[in-house]
Antibody, heavy 117, light 112 residues
Framework: QVQLLESGGGVVQPGRSLRLACSAS????????MHWVRQAPGKGLEWVAV????????DYTDSAKGRFTISRDNSKNTLYLQMNNLRVEDTAVYYC??????????WGQGTIVTVSS | EIVMTQSPLSLPVTPGEPASISCRSS???????????LAWYLQKPGQSPQLLIY???NRASGVPDRFSGSGSGTDFTLKISRVEAEDVGVYYC?????????FGQGTRLDIK
């Protein structure tokens, strides 16, 4: 069935890096724009980044610009988020989501990132 | 950035009674294609968000018909005709008119 599965979360010190992955199955991955959305503990949803079908067009929330890089490997049906220079305020559950008609119709289960010294 | 404002932030409801959540955007969400770029999600406790409504008023696949979305321009509403226990969670509206997507703060629905 249609599914997204995130991995790569963990505990990391401020200033370090982490790479998240999102493995897609059950649909033609290359045909969809893909997003990362995060949720800090006890807080609401915050959009992080988007990458469109062939990966040439990307955009980021302001706090991620210059630190995070979204990418995709359509041959592996996988979405990535490279996070550098992590800050305490990046602590969150990170979800990948598929975009369809302007909405996020499929979400992964999330991966937890904790930035702490 | 388009700011999304939901109300109320907390909504206690008796089972079987209706419920309504408002979402206002800081600018019109009407796309040049004639559709409104507004979606609604429900995040049940301990789960990932799930899509309820897209393009302002279209129910997503598998969503019960007691859920409905309406509105235009900057004012949108999610209505539940008869609340059930399984509807508990946090409801979010989201705009995708701009590439920098923004969500409302969330409305927590609880059962009285």
């Amino acid at each position: 069935q249609v599914q997204l599965l995130e991995s790569g979360g963990g505990v990391v010190q401020p200033g370090r890096s982490l790479r998240l992955a999102c493995s897609a199955s059950g649909f033609t991955f290359r045909s969809y724009g893909m997003h990362w959305v995060r949720q800090a503990p006890g807080k609401g949803l915050e959009w992080v980044a988007v990458i469109w079908d062939e990966g040439n067009n990307k955009d980021y929330t302001d706090s991620a610009k210059g630190r995070f890089t979204i990418s995709r490997d359509n041959s592996k049906n996988t979405l990535y988020l490279q996070m550098n220079n992590l800050r305490v305020e990046d602590t969150a559950v990170y979800y990948c989501a598929r975009t369809w008609l302007g909405a996020f119709d499929i979400w992964g289960q999330g991966t937890i990132v904790t930035v702490s010294s | 950035e388009i700011v999304m404002t939901q109300s109320p932030l907390s909504l206690p409801v008796t089972p079987g009674e209706p419920a309504s959540i408002s979402c206002r955007s800081s600018q019109s969400l009407l796309h040049s294609n004639g559709f409104h770029c507004l979606a609604w999600y429900l995040q049940k406790p301990g789960q990932s968000p799930q899509l309820l409504i897209y393009l302002g008023s279209n129910r997503a696949s598998g969503v019960p018909d007691r859920f409905s979305g309406s509105g235009s321009g900057t004012d949108f509403t999610l209505k539940i005709s008869r609340v059930e226990a399984e509807d508990v969670g946090v409801y979010y509206c989201m705009q995708s008119l701009q590439t920098t997507i923004t969500f409302g703060q969330g409305t927590r629905l609880d059962i009285k």
